[in-house]
Nanobody, 122 residues
Framework: QVQLVESGGGLVQAGDSLRLSCAAS????????MGWFRQAPGKEREFVGA????????AYADSVKGRFTISRDNAKNTVYLQMNSLKLEDTAVYYC???????????????WGQGTQVTVSS
């Protein structure tokens, strides 16, 4: 089991930046890929991006590419989502999750954080 806790969400204005954190504990040695997802009210959970824990390589959804960056600090067992140039449509609850395989599908992730709210206002 891996326990994940997100933090860093809040209320910001369009164009601002925000950095989310996801701290992992428990069987952290089992982490292979860490993904970020988001879910807006009444919408399906959507893939934001994911990072290979070992290599640091990351992939992103087209909607956030060029604006969001995923990184990790191995010593702190923490993954980050740096969000720049935030838009109103970025408003959602953001979740981090663990997967053992390279994937973008929520059902393939077996451990999830509780989520952190990001609200972007005009």
């Amino acid at each position: 089991q891996v326990q994940l806790v997100e933090s860093g969400g809040g209320l910001v204005q369009a164009g601002d930046s925000l950095r989310l954190s996801c701290a992992a504990s428990g069987r952290t040695f089992s982490v292979r890929y860490m993904g970020w997802f988001r879910q807006a009210p009444g919408k399906e959970r959507e893939f934001v991006g994911a990072i290979n824990w070992n290599s640091g390589g990351a992939a992103y959804a087209d909607s956030v590419k060029g604006r969001f960056t995923i990184s990790r600090d191995n010593a702190k067992n923490t993954v980050y989502l740096q969000m720049n140039s935030l838009k109103l449509e970025d408003t959602a609850v953001y979740y981090c999750a663990r997967s053992m395989i390279r994937t973008i599908f929520p059902q393939d992730f077996d451990s999830w954080g509780q989520g952190t709210q990001v609200t972007v206002s005009s």
